[in-house]
Antibody
Framework: EVQLLESGGGLVQPGGSLRLSCAAS????????MSWVRQAPGKGLEWVSS????????YHADSVKGRCTISRDNSKNTLYLQMNSLRAEDTAVYYC?????????????WGQGALVTVSS | QSVLTQPPSVSAAPGQKVTISCSGS????????VSWYQQFPGTAPKLLIY???KRPSGIPDRFSGSKSGTSATLGITGLQTGDEADYYC????????????FGTGTKVTVL
């Protein structure tokens, strides 16, 4: 059974940093791309970042480019999102999702989400 | 602001059919696969349709997807109270800021 478990969310001040983790199990992690998708309170889904299985290629949304970095440790079956210079508009539930396609075509499994709140 | 436009809401009685449109452009829907996601309040999204019209294992055939030109459509037949949820389309966008884009989302209400 595919399982994705996010951790690392919490309250952070504007300008601060946070690293989200997503522990994966139930599939061969290195053979799948992975992504982060977020959802602000009461809003729709917003794609944040994606990374290939080998970690060699990454994609980031313009809204986080230069502030967020997606990475993965295939030896630990874990996906990360390092977020810096956080702003109030980054407040959202962050989902990790298994990703299909060389560029992201679709997301077939999702974690339960981690809430990030940016506030002073 | 999403580049994929969906109606904010659709509704129908139990047993009826609803369709949800997803309107985009040649840089996204027109030239890439579309997927659809179902989301209940407070829970993670779930994949319903991928590659325009394919259903993952376990998704009933009451759910269907189609695409024509720069628009895609999700259909739900035999509507059930358990189908009340938010629905999002999504696809890759090949424009200058290459990115994955989601639709604005549609709330399905069973009357």
């Amino acid at each position: 059974e595919v399982q994705l478990l996010e951790s690392g969310g919490g309250l952070v001040q504007p300008g601060g940093s946070l690293r989200l983790s997503c522990a994966a199990s139930g599939f061969t992690f290195i053979t799948y791309g992975m992504s982060w998708v977020r959802q602000a309170p009461g809003k729709g889904l917003e794609w944040v970042s994606s990374i290939h299985g080998g970690g060699g290629s990454t994609y980031h949304a313009d809204s986080v480019k230069g502030r967020c970095t997606i990475s993965r440790d295939n030896s630990k079956n874990t996906l990360y999102l390092q977020m810096n210079s956080l702003r109030a508009e980054d407040t959202a539930v962050y989902y990790c999702a298994r990703t299909r396609g060389w560029i992201p075509w679709y997301f077939d499994y999702w974690g339960q989400g981690a809430l990030v709140t940016v506030s002073s | 602001q999403s580049v994929l436009t969906q109606p904010p809401s659709v509704s129908a009685a139990p047993g009826q059919k609803v369709t949800i449109s997803c309107s985009g452009s040649s840089s996204n829907v027109g030239n890439n696969y579309v997927s659809w996601y179902q989301q209940f309040p407070g829970t993670a999204p779930k994949l319903l349709i991928y590659e325009n019209n394919k259903r993952p294992s376990g998704i009933p055939d009451r759910f269907s997807g189609s695409k024509s030109g720069t628009s895609a459509t999700l259909g739900i037949t035999g509507l059930q109270t358990g189908d009340e949820a938010d629905y999002y389309c999504g696809t890759w966008d090949n424009s200058l800021s290459a990115s994955y884009v989601f639709g604005t989302g549609t709330k399905v209400t069973v009357l």
